[in-house]
């Protein structure tokens, strides 16, 4: 099943008044298909507009996700720095949702959107009892993350969840660094939605998520006006389950107690990340060329990018009769997830006998062969029957 959000955000410091066009027009299209929209908004983003945000609550569905401010740096080195964040940071974010609902009294979300994260943050949204965090991706302090939902870690906030926050983590924007706005300018708006759509065979759940800015709808022409139209329309005559951010959370909180093994193939990569690591593979190679490793990092990364990537020694691949065996000997400096994707179509063949920990049909694309490798030599065999 592919679960939809559409959140809006509006720029807090933006003084134009063509701001207050952008969100009328975007309302009246969106909630034209019956679409409830999520406001990403601090209480000052919400004041102006209150009255709306509740007839259009009553209405549509809308919903409030309350948009945190930046809490100054913090060196997560310095002891002392850490503490005095521990103290401050639930009163701050107590204060925050407070104000929040003195302006709208209905909000009862317990999402949160955060641009800059950390550790202290997840921790803080446990103890005040929140169950989502929106944002992940806005801020190069992300790097490391699942692109799609997942349970992030209690010492890591960019980490797949070991040990697990029990804190929903969603992504600012399915579609990366690609603005909304920039794919309507260039007709490309369907892309990102169809690539997690070709994507739902092999995964058990996906979660997309279409963030706007306010702001920037409002310069857009009126054809990029009649094209978001178009797609909308499409969008709800599809095979799509369409909700808010705090649906999405219960939804995925009420399926998975853990990070979700999550696939994701194009063109030209293959994608993937479970509760232990994120693995990226370009076309045809069999090794990962990146792995964000969540469960035993290198001291220095704080990503979990492993910078020495261990290499497949010899691949031995034969067919008899009616088996296909895959052989792979491999060195590793010490313990860690790991993985290989098998390129090719596979449909068709059976599991017969393996010693890695699980393999996986992506479709007709490839074979993806997770295990977890000890220190020095591994031997991993597959043996495929018709």
């Given at each position: 099943m592919l679960t939809y959000a559409f959140v809006v955000t509006i720029n807090s410091n933006d003084n134009d008044p063509s701001s207050n066009d952008g969100i009328r027009t975007l309302t009246e299209i969106v909630h034209s298909h019956n679409i409830p929209v999520t406001w990403a908004v601090s209480p000052r983003d919400a004041r102006p507009i209150a009255d709306n945000l509740t007839n259009w609550h009553q209405d549509y569905g809308d919903d409030v996700v309350l948009m945190l401010p930046n809490f100054g740096k913090v060196d997560l080195r310095n002891p002392e720095q850490v503490v005095t964040l521990r103290e401050k940071m639930p009163g701050q974010i107590a204060k925050q949702h407070e104000q929040l609902q003195n302006v709208l009294n209905w909000v009862d979300s317990k999402i949160v959107g955060a641009d800059r994260k950390n550790h202290i943050l997840i921790s803080t949204l446990v103890e005040l009892g929140f169950d989502g965090l929106w944002g992940y991706g806005s801020n190069e302090g992300d790097y490391g993350a699942p692109f799609s939902l997942f349970y992030p870690s209690i010492e890591h906030h960019n980490f797949g969840g070991v040990p697990t926050?029990?804190?929903?983590?969603?992504?600012?924007?399915?579609?990366?660094?690609?603005?909304?706005?920039?794919?309507?300018?260039?007709?490309?708006?369907?892309?990102?939605?169809?690539?997690?759509?070709?994507?739902?065979?092999?995964?058990?759940?996906?979660?997309?998520?279409?963030q706007v800015n306010a702001s920037k709808f409002s310069r857009l022409s009126a054809e990029c006006i009649d094209l978001l139209d178009v797609y909308l329309c499409g969008l709800i005559e599809s095979d799509?389950?369409?909700?808010?951010?705090?649906?999405?959370?219960?939804?995925?909180?009420?399926?998975?107690?853990?990070?979700?093994e999550t696939y994701l193939v194009n063109d030209s990569q293959f994608l993937y990340y479970n509760h232990q690591c994120q693995l990226t593979f370009n076309i045809d190679r069999i090794e990962p060329v990146r792995m964000h490793n969540y469960v035993s990092p290198p001291m220095s990364s704080v990503d979990g990018s492993e910078f020495n990537l261990p290499l497949t020694e010899n691949l031995r691949a034969h067919r008899s009769r009616n088996q296909v065996t895959f052989q792979f000997e491999i060195e590793s400096a010490k313990k860690m997830p790991y993985g290989f994707a098998v390129w090719g179509n596979h449909i068709g063949l059976e599991l017969h006998q393996s010693n890695a920990e699980s393999i996986i049909w992506v479709g007709d694309r490839l074979l993806l062969v997770r295990t977890d490798l000890s220190t020095g030599k591994n031997d991993i065999e597959i043996v495929l029957t018709i």
């Amino acid at each position: 099943m592919l679960t939809y959000a559409f959140v809006v955000t509006i720029n807090s410091n933006d003084n134009d008044p063509s701001s207050n066009d952008g969100i009328r027009t975007l309302t009246e299209i969106v909630h034209s298909h019956n679409i409830p929209v999520t406001w990403a908004v601090s209480p000052r983003d919400a004041r102006p507009i209150a009255d709306n945000l509740t007839n259009w609550h009553q209405d549509y569905g809308d919903d409030v996700v309350l948009m945190l401010p930046n809490f100054g740096k913090v060196d997560l080195r310095n002891p002392e720095q850490v503490v005095t964040l521990r103290e401050k940071m639930p009163g701050q974010i107590a204060k925050q949702h407070e104000q929040l609902q003195n302006v709208l009294n209905w909000v009862d979300s317990k999402i949160v959107g955060a641009d800059r994260k950390n550790h202290i943050l997840i921790s803080t949204l446990v103890e005040l009892g929140f169950d989502g965090l929106w944002g992940y991706g806005s801020n190069e302090g992300d790097y490391g993350a699942p692109f799609s939902l997942f349970y992030p870690s209690i010492e890591h906030h960019n980490f797949g969840g070991v040990p697990t926050s029990q804190i929903v983590a969603i992504p600012f924007s399915s579609t990366g660094t690609t603005d909304f706005c920039d794919l309507l300018l260039n007709n490309t708006i369907h892309e990102p939605l169809d690539l997690y759509k070709s994507n739902l065979g092999w995964n058990s759940w996906l979660g997309f998520v279409q963030q706007v800015n306010a702001s920037k709808f409002s310069r857009l022409s009126a054809e990029c006006i009649d094209l978001l139209d178009v797609y909308l329309c499409g969008l709800i005559e599809s095979d799509v389950q369409i909700q808010t951010l705090s649906g999405m959370v219960a939804d995925y909180r009420s399926k998975f107690s853990q990070t979700a093994e999550t696939y994701l193939v194009n063109d030209s990569q293959f994608l993937y990340y479970n509760h232990q690591c994120q693995l990226t593979f370009n076309i045809d190679r069999i090794e990962p060329v990146r792995m964000h490793n969540y469960v035993s990092p290198p001291m220095s990364s704080v990503d979990g990018s492993e910078f020495n990537l261990p290499l497949t020694e010899n691949l031995r691949a034969h067919r008899s009769r009616n088996q296909v065996t895959f052989q792979f000997e491999i060195e590793s400096a010490k313990k860690m997830p790991y993985g290989f994707a098998v390129w090719g179509n596979h449909i068709g063949l059976e599991l017969h006998q393996s010693n890695a920990e699980s393999i996986i049909w992506v479709g007709d694309r490839l074979l993806l062969v997770r295990t977890d490798l000890s220190t020095g030599k591994n031997d991993i065999e597959i043996v495929l029957t018709i």
